[in-house]
């Protein structure tokens, strides 16, 4: 049976390239107030299923300098205040690098090496 920690690290560096790639700024998702919505659809669509796929109850988002190569400054900033607006955990810092940030949070969380799960 696997062991969960409590809180899971979550670079958001591949979820971002990953909306980015997807949709490749077509907007296909659009809110009351005319914003383009499509990004952040993705982005919260593969955090999901992220979740499920591996059970996690609990996680921190971590968003690093490596962020700026993966997605545009404001499609970023569309998900931070997304998640931030859910309560969800969520470290952001565009000034130190993910590897960095998750160190400094490390206590906090348990590891899972993913090629065993």
Known sequence: MLNRPD???IDATFLLEASEEAFRGVPLFVNSKGEDTTFVYGFLRDLLRLRSA???EKAIVVVGSEAVNAASGHHIDQV???LRTLHAGIVCDMDVAVGSLCK???ATAGWRDSARS
């Open 7 to 9: 809180v899971f690290l």
């Open 104 to 106: 400094q949070l490390a």
């Open 80 to 82: 931070c205040r997304l």
């Open 54 to 56: 591996h059970g996690i």
